[in-house]
């Protein structure tokens, strides 16, 4: 009998076997989900055969990896047992919704995967972190293959799923496996929409008065502009709503110096700059809006994962509308926030907008945001944030 990994989530238990077993499935995108789901969870597919998608992007976490400690939670560790990465590893919830890359009417790039947006589309991104030498640690797409090739029953599903011949070249099988895990983001194990947000639409939730104001000034075109990269869908289509619009700006996130510290990175995160179809000085520092579903039990906070709390970033917002010596206060450090990692091309028209928010503001906009974890993840908001 094959060995059997067995993982709970929200008291719902499921059994991942180690090999990929016959699946008698009518539909070939179901198959598929099937095998990007074992390849979702698979850990040969490291150099150390010691990491997998999931061990960056933890199912019962909302997708996101709470292995480390300290400083270093922050970033992911990688499969060689001590390097760790610069960026923090974002949630993979509603990622099916990134658009590809592009340059939008207004002048502002939007889409594509990764913090800068270099992969196009999601398979792409799947493909990315076997071969990264900091995360998975695989020397070469054959290298990956080849521990494809190990598993009789991955060896069958790819044939029927992608022809006899899917094995011939390395470049092929590869992006199979990608286009598989990228199936597999895409059910509805990532995607639910099943929030109290979601329900209050349906008429199945009524918000708390706190929740109630929280809305009001999160889509205000007074108070706040939290809409203005956190909206796409507009009313009364809002049921789909991803909260972001896939834009790119620099915020003034600070550079996180107790990571740079430990991880012994040197050079700045220039973000978008670093995308291979941008040449334009002014993109440096941006990064990718994120999803806000989720983003209460998603923590830590920014591409560098900067803040630990997300009412710190409320603050960190409210910083540029506030003359209060308080306000210009880190509550985490007990310093003055931190200057920017790149100080050129924030985006202040953005950052300067309405008045200062008091606390009750602050807290209800948190409060909002809560509504938007799923309901399989709500228990982790009594210890987060």
């Known amino acids: 009998m094959a060995q059997k990994f067995i993982f709970t989530l929200l008291g719902l238990v499921f059994v991942l076997p180690s090999t990929v077993q016959a699946v008698d499935l009518s539909k070939k995108s179901a198959q598929k989900e099937y095998l990007g789901q074992q390849l979702f969870f698979d850990t040969a597919l490291s150099k150390n055969r010691t990491q997998s998608c999931a061990t960056c992007h933890e199912t019962g976490q909302a997708f996101i990896d709470t292995r480390g400690k300290g400083t270093a939670a922050a970033v992911s560790l990688g499969d060689d047992g001590h390097s760790l990465g610069d960026r923090n590893a974002p949630t993979v919830s509603y990622a099916a919704s990134i658009p590809p890359f592009h340059l939008k009417t207004n002048g502002i790039y939007a889409g594509g995967l990764f913090l800068d947006g270099r992969s196009a589309t999601l398979a792409d991104q799947a493909a990315g972190p076997p071969l990264n030498p900091i995360e998975m640690g695989m020397d070469s797409e054959a290298t990956v293959v080849t521990r494809l090739q190990e598993n009789p029953n991955y060896v069958a599903a790819f044939k029927q799923l992608y022809g006899e011949q899917v094995f011939a070249d390395s470049d092929t099988a590869y992006k199979a496996m990608a286009d598989a895990i990228a199936a597999f983001e895409k059910t509805a194990l990532f995607n639910p929409y099943d929030s109290k947000y979601d329900k209050e639409l349906r008429g199945e939730y009524t918000f708390t008065d706190e929740e109630e104001l929280g809305r009001t000034l999160f889509f205000s075109q ?130 300067t907008f309405g008045p200062a928010l008091d606390d009750r503001r602050i807290d209800a906009l948190v409060a909002f945001m809560k509504t938007l974890t799923d309901q399989r993840y709500e228990y982790l908001l009594g210890t987060k944030n």
């Open 222 to 351: 007074q108070f706040t502009n939290c809409n203005q990269c956190h909206q796409l869908e507009t009313l009364p289509n809002r049921s789909g709503e991803v909260f972001t619009n896939f834009e790119y700006h620099n915020i003034g996130v600070p550079e996180n110096t107790a990571l740079r510290a430990i991880n012994g990175v040197k050079v700045l995160d220039e973000g978008l700059f670093q995308h291979p179809d941008v040449n334009d000085p002014a993109q440096r520092g941006k990064f990718r809006t994120p999803t806000l579903r989720n983003v209460a039990v998603t923590a830590p906070y920014m591409h560098n994962g900067v803040f630990k709390d997300l009412r710190t970033v409320m603050l960190f917002y409210n910083k540029y509308n506030s003359r209060a010596a308080s306000r210009q206060i880190n509550p985490e450090t007990g310093n003055l926030w931190g200057k920017p990692e790149i100080v050129s091309n924030i985006s202040m028209d953005l950052l």
